[in-house]
Every structure is written in structure tokens, then in C-alpha cells.
């Protein structure tokens, strides 16, 4: 069992900067592939980017070269850095984790609760 609980999100203007934290609870937790997702009204949830348990990163191609996935294994913690925001990047994001790395929210066995991130234009 993984408890994941997201930190950070809020309000800012187009072009600032977030950092977004999820901090995991459990075992084994760098066994875990981990992953951010986001949804904003009235769509599906989207991969942002994931972590595989290896360290390999992946990224969505809207968010590429903007935002930066990283974690910490030993403070059980993941992070994304999401800089040069947009209006368009608006959404709930999630902390995910699950047995292998997937851009499939359907994938992923634990979830957090979500933090709203809203860019202003």
C-alpha cells in the first residue's frame, strides 16, 4: 500500500514557475514507478510525466522542456518542476504510482488527492 498526498499548486501568472511535491508513505516505495498526471474541467485525465522505478523520465509532449519530474527515494518523495506556464497547463494535478511505468492513467494503482494549478494570463 502507497499513500500519496500533492503539495504546492496554486495561482500564478503565465510564464511563472510551480513546484509541485507529492510525499509518499508505505514500503518500498522506490520499487514504484511514479507519474503526474492533470485534469481540467470537462476533459480526461492526461499523462504529464513519469519516473520509472530505474530513474528513466519521461514527459508529455505539451509539457517537454518546460517541466521537470524528479524524486528522492530516501525522503520518499517525488516532485515536478513546471516552469514557462501557461494558461493551457489550468488543471488538477495527481501523483500516481504503480507496479511499472505507463503514460495509462488506468495503469497506476495509487493516487493522491490532487492540487489545483491555475495559470492566469
Known amino acids: 500500500q502507497v499513500q500519496l498526498v500533492e503539495s504546492g499548486g496554486g495561482l500564478v501568472q503565465a510564464g511563472g514557475s510551480l513546484n509541485l511535491s507529492c510525499t509518499a508513505s508505505?514500503?518500498?516505495?522506490?520499487?514504484?514507478?511514479m507519474a503526474w498526471f492533470r485534469q481540467a474541467p470537462g476533459k480526461e485525465r492526461e499523462f504529464v510525466a513519469g519516473?520509472?522505478?530505474?530513474?528513466?523520465?519521461y514527459y508529455a509532449d505539451s509539457v517537454k522542456g518546460r517541466f521537470t519530474i524528479s524524486r528522492d527515494n530516501a525522503k520518499n518523495m517525488v516532485y515536478l518542476q513546471m516552469n514557462s506556464l501557461r494558461p493551457e497547463d489550468t488543471a488538477v494535478y495527481y501523483c500516481?504510482?504503480?507496479?511499472?511505468?505507463?503514460?495509462?492513467?488506468?495503469?497506476?494503482?495509487?493516487w493522491g488527492q490532487g492540487t489545483q494549478v491555475t495559470v492566469a494570463s
Open positions: 519516473f520509472t522505478m530505474y530513474r528513466r523520465t
Open positions: 508505505g514500503r518500498s516505495f522506490s520499487t514504484y514507478a
Open positions: 500516481a504510482a504503480g507496479q511499472y511505468y505507463s503514460s495509462k492513467f488506468s495503469d497506476y494503482d495509487y
